[in-house]
């Protein structure tokens, strides 16, 4: 809604209908549950009476199906990814001025069977006959695919039918309007007290630190980086070169590689790594706060959240029972939550999404270096260093092989935690291998992810995952390779051509050559959802033939999955 220039609010979905009277129209959204179980997330129905034009979102189409009579159920198979939209009526006020068989995004498995009476059908996929639904007397309207993502070809065609023809809405937002508000909040959240951040040097935690020099003049905010050993080659330095271009002089280095790679020894699942991680931060946070007498009251923290670290963490503060959590995010494990409670944190760009923050930063003059920089996780390397407690064979599985390295997905709106299906060779057509993994996905119980074998020591059958941990030299082959990566795209102009490109270090392997690398190159808007990008195959080569020539690496591999229904991080 905001990028097509509307301002929007967000309410729990079971508001009552008073609470929703000013609004020109209301969207219900996606979401993981299923609506005919007792314990998931419901709404008034008088919001369905009230006249007021509604348009629900997958879980949000059935929603409105099961309130007004209809039936909602589980389909044969899940859409997870990309699909095709075929429209079966051409005078549907949703949909005007759209061609047949576009490109959409889907997430589901429950479907509408049978829409409730006075509505109609108005489109199709392969695999859901239901794929959109109106009434358009009532002026409620439902989508079982996700029109808000920048995969969906049309998407904002269909929004914007709904914000200006159907409910008509005018344009009155703008991220970087927003930023005298933003400073104003700031200022209302500190008081008399002052700011001190913990920085990373990334595109979110500096534009949080600008706003709040800004806001309150850089005497009263002040900065750590903290180098937790879990940085990429090169990052600290980085680092002392941006902030020292802001001229403030306020942020410091702290090294404190030992207080994090400690707790980690011997930790393999990605949820207690994030949590460790975290709570390790608010510990070296109070270490250096009490060290340099700050923690007496007069000053409260400032964090770099955005909006999506918040959705994927298990939704807004307003209604955390309701979402899925996909994977915790460093601010917001327990040790943050307890200091929100206190009215210690202050979070600039919490209501933001990454596109947005970025906007800000450019009006606010920073760098286009910084700004157009690949986005890097709060936990580092920790979470691209994939780890494991056995040993495990690799199994013939479909059309390829099962690897019991587990991974994180988004499949139906919510987490899941499987093993990685790999496809023997890797070849040209790979735009096509692509499309074909989300079906793979799709039709694989138990699979979210696929890669391709882009050259190894030993075919697959030979390989097997090993038992491995968080170790320095883990840590610096991982830094290696990823230096290489890095390296290697930006000579050839490739990192341009994506949003970000994380480089995964598994612990699949032969004999001495025990780690294999997964490349992950991937474009995104926002980081909510994401296309696996096809890397020219030139480059591809190279790149693998140079990773091989480091002998702790047994093979090279592409990572051909989309988000959904994989994560863009595997942890």
Known sequence: ????????????????????????????????SSVYDQSSPTMDPAVLAAGIPTLGICYGQQLITQLLGGEVRKGDKGEFGLAFLDLCVNDSALFAGLTDHQKIWMSHRDMVAVPPTGFRILASTSTCSTAAIEDAARGIFGVQFHPEVVHT?????????????????????????????????????????????????????????????????????????????????????????????????????????????????????????????????????????????????????????????????????????????????????????????????????????KDEVREIGREMGLSAALLDRHPFPGPGLAIRCLCSSEEHAVTRFSEGWLVPVHSVGVQGDSRSYAPVLAIDTFPSAAARLQDEATELVNRSVGVNRVMACVAAREPLSQQKVFSSYITHGRLALLRRADGIVREMSFKAGFDKHVWQFPVILIPLGSGESRDSVVLRPIYSVDGMTADSVTMPDDLLRAMATRLLEITEIAGVYYDLTHKPPGTIEWE
């Open 1 to 32: 809604m905001r990028e097509l220039g509307v301002s929007s609010e967000v309410f729990p979905s079971e508001s009552p209908i008073d609470a929703l009277r000013h609004a020109r129209g209301v969207i219900i959204s996606g979401g993981p």
């Open 153 to 353: 070809t049309e998407g904002a065609r269909i929004l914007e039918n709904f914000l200006f023809s159907i409910c008509g809405c005018a344009k009155d937002w703008n991220p970087a309007n927003r930023i005298a508000l933003v400073e104003d909040q700031i200022r209302e959240r500190a008081g008399d007290r002052s700011v001190f951040f913990f920085v990373s040097g990334g595109v979110d935690s500096t534009v949080a630190f600008t706003l709040c020099l800004e806001a309150l003049g850089s005497e009263r905010v002040c900065g750590v980086y903290v180098d937790t050993g879990l940085m990429r080659e090169g990052e600290t330095d980085f680092v002392e070169e941006t902030f020292a271009a802001l001229g403030h002089g306020v942020v410091n280095i702290e090294r404190a590689e030992e207080e994090f790679l400690g707790p980690l020894e011997g930790v393999y699942e990605p949820e207690l790594k994030r949590h460790i991680i975290g709570e390790q931060f608010v510990k070296v946070q109070e270490r250096i706060m009490a060290a340099r007498g700050l923690a007496d009251g007069s000053w409260i923290l400032g964090q770099g959240t955005i909006y999506p670290d918040t959705i994927e963490s298990g939704g807004s503060s307003r209604d955390k029972s309701k979402a899925a959590t996909i994977k915790t995010h460093h601010n917001r494990v327990p040790g943050i939550q307890k200091l929100m409670e206190q009215g210690l944190i202050v979070e600039p760009l919490a209501d933001f999404y």
